[in-house]
């Protein structure tokens, strides 16, 4: 054995840990409408959200909050927020699009047994924080690597998550009681489902596609694409296996495994 097939052998994960991880990040779904009224224990909230908040974040500030959101008023005051914005933004679409646009089902706010909002608090760690010298907005991606996180930690456990981000921001503040300076992230539907889709809905849809890959990887300097690339031919290659697997089951049933 070489020491660089040493060195893998002693970081990696087992092939059976390997696969779990890739399970998850590749049959994670944005679910709006299949949420079922089950109710999600709270050994299992508690391991998703504290997977949330082992999230990289800039200078280790933890900008986060995760405010739980189980009551039938508030989800109402929610749900009545994002109502007003989504009529809103039915407008914004023209011609075919907008019908279209009218029919997609974007959160699942009421169903969903419980909503989680994570939040970003910009004044955290004081005005020098490390690494958000120069760009300021690191913290908001602190936040949205929390919410990633927690989105495949929940997959994991068999847990659907829909982000709901139609809002008119100071609309969601003021059902929630978010104070102004602190950034409302994504609000989180959170419960177990029927099924999960094998694709986003936005592509079944016919909205948008999955983008090819090999547009998307540029060397060296942007732009700058190369086909020949082994690499590029083992990406495309990668991406055809994954839309093949996702064409061959249109549905996958709730558990996942
Ligand atoms: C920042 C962000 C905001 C989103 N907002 C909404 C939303 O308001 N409503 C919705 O139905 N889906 C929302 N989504 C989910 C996307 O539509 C979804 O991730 C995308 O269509 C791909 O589908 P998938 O997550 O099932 O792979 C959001 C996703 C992100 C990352």
């Not at 933890?62 to 009551?71: G, K, T």
């Amino acid at each position: 054995m070489n020491t660089q097939q040493a060195s893998q052998d002693i970081h990696a994960f087992t092939a059976e840990a390997q696969a779990a991880i890739y399970q998850a990040i590749f049959s994670r779904r944005d679910v709006r409408g299949q949420f079922l009224p089950t109710a999600v224990p709270d050994e299992v909230l508690s391991r998703i959200i504290t997977a949330a908040h082992y999230a990289p974040s800039v200078g280790f500030m933890q900008p986060w909050n995760f405010l739980v959101v189980r009551s039938d008023e508030i989800k109402r005051k929610v749900h009545a927020a994002f109502a007003e914005a989504h009529a809103e933004a039915a407008e914004m679409f023209e011609g075919d699009k907008r019908a279209t646009y009218k029919t997609l089902k974007l959160e699942g706010i009421v169903e969903s047994p419980v909503g989680i909002c994570i939040t970003c608090d910009r004044e955290r760690a004081g005005p020098v924080v490390v690494g958000r010298t120069h760009m300021k907005t690191m913290d908001l991606y602190s936040s949205v690597c929390a919410v990633q996180n927690l989105w495949l930690a929940a997959r994991a456990e068999g847990l659907g998550v829909g982000w709901v981000s139609i809002f008119n921001q100071p609309a969601l503040q003021a059902a929630l009681g978010i104070p102004k300076g602190i950034t409302p992230i994504a609000y989180l539907c959170v419960g177990y489902v029927s099924h999960f889709f094998a694709k986003p809905e936005l592509e079944a849809a016919g909205w948008l596609p999955r983008l090819p890959i090999e547009d998307l990887v540029y060397f060296d300097q942007w732009g700058n694409s190369d086909d020949q690339q082994p690499l590029v031919r083992q990406l495309v290659r990668d991406q055809a296996a994954m839309q093949a697997a996702a064409n061959a089951s249109p549905l996958q049933p709730a558990t996942g495994q």
